[in-house]
């Protein structure tokens, strides 16, 4: 047997890895087996709970406040005798984490094989989104198979001299979304179930980025506060996240104002249903930006930048920025111009098809002589 053994420590990773790791169990020639760093905790238990995964293993490296050195070393030191005990043929990791970066160094470490999941991902700016973009890049320098979302990812891995072992996939979130998301979900934190959507217009928030922590934060928080304090017609829901510098700029700068819902993070579940029934999506995450245009929501982005450029080409997602008045006059002309948001609010998919898991399982079992066929790219 294959032993394939995924790493993730993070929400939006085990959201993206949850549903690879049982697509690999399903393979009669591979024993999938499962890490988790738990760089995050209870963000990360949730998304293990919603999928029914069982870790195999599990660092428990999380601290409050805890810093860039600290989730490397601890992941590090750690991942030696996750490898020794579990003995994997190949290391799966996701994205651009601390915890991708330090579970690819690991593998390197210890020889073992690399598959990167989200792979070719750039905005070719070290500082942001940061520190994501340099562990993207060391990622790719480490990993002997590449997944890659997008013929773009491709195109930039192969830019960057990385020739062999590209495969293009989709991305894995959409697998997932096609999972959890039904038109007749009832959500079990009760106040979602009486939000109204038909007769306001909802619009999600989530924000958490490093490289927006101080004044990028302050100036979204408080352009949000403004959107909410002169739109009678809105309701906006921001589930917080559970870093503490996240929290209190919320606490300080949103709490309290009219029609704001500051709420605790939800699972997953709940969170694609709620998605899928808003109006609008601002946010910094990389997963929303993935997962809205697939829902055909609009996407107005609180970052300078994106690494996904592609939803950005179809039309469903702007760029808006950190700078207050911009946020705000982006988001006034998709509440006030209908036709400014029609054109926004239609389905896209260019970042998946539902098959991006079945596409990586058959590129591992092909590369370790499982399987005959080369599986075809993933055609947006
Ligand atoms: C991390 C990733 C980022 C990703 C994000 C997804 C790094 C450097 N950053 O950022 O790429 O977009 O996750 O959410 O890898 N905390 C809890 N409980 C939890 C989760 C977090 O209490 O379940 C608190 C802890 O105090 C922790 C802090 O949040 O120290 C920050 O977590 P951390 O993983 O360091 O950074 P994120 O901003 O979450
Ligand atoms: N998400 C969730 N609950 C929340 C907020 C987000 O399940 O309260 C999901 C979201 O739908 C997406 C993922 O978490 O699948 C994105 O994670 P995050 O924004 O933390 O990280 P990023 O994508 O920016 O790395």
């Not at 750690?78 to 915890?99: N, Q």
């Not at 982005?301 to 207050?324: I, N, Y």
């Amino acid at each position: 047997m294959l032993r394939v053994m995924s790493v993730f420590g993070t929400r939006p990773e085990a959201i993206k890895m949850c549903p690879l790791v049982k697509e690999l169990a399903s393979r009669p020639g591979i024993e999938s087996l499962c890490c988790v760093t738990a760089q995050h905790r209870q963000m990360l238990d949730s998304v293990l709970e919603v999928f029914g995964v069982q870790p195999d293993y599990d660092l428990d490296i999380m601290t409050p406040r805890q810093t860039l050195s600290s989730i490397t070393s601890k992941c590090l030191l750690g991942m030696d005798e996750a490898i020794e005990r579990l003995k994997p043929d190949m290391i799966l990791v996701h994205g651009d984490t601390s915890t991708t970066f330090a579970g690819a160094l690991s593998a390197f470490y210890h020889q073992v094989a690399v598959g990167h999941v989200e792979a070719g991902l750039r905005t070719y700016d070290k500082f942001s989104p940061f520190p994501e973009e340099m562990n993207r890049v060391l990622t790719s320098n480490i990993a002997d198979m590449h997944f890659c979302p997008t013929m773009g990812n491709r195109e930039n891995l192969i830019k960057e001299g990385h020739v062999r072992d590209l495969f293009i996939t989709g991305n894995t979130v959409i697998d997932a979304l096609k999972t959890t998301v039904q038109p007749d979900y009832r959500f079990s934190t009760e106040a979602l179930n009486k939000l109204p959507y038909a007769e306001k217009k909802v619009l999600l928030v989530t924000c958490h980025r490093r490289e927006n922590y101080g004044e990028p934060m302050k100036q979204i928080m408080l352009a949000l506060r403004q959107v909410a304090e002169s739109h009678e017609e809105i309701e906006l829901v921001y589930p917080v996240h559970l870093s503490p510098v996240v929290r209190e700029a919320a606490d300080r700068y949103l709490r309290g104002a009219p029609r704001v819902h500051l709420i605790d993070p939800l699972p997953a579940d709940e969170m694609h249903n709620l998605m899928a029934r808003c109006y609008l999506v601002l946010t910094d995450s990389g997963g929303l930006q993935e997962e809205a245009p697939a829902l055909g929501k609009p996407v107005l982005v609180l970052r300078r930048e994106t690494e996904r450029p592609e939803a950005v080409a179809a039309g469903t997602v702007k760029l808006a920025g950190v700078v207050q008045d911009d946020i705000v006059t982006m988001a006034e002309r998709l509440l006030r111009d209908q036709s400014a948001y029609e054109a926004m609010a239609h389905a896209v998919n260019p970042y998946g098809d539902g098959n991006a898991c079945r596409r990586i399982a058959d590129a591992i079992e092909w590369r370790y002589g499982l399987r005959t066929e080369k599986p075809e790219d993933y055609q947006a």
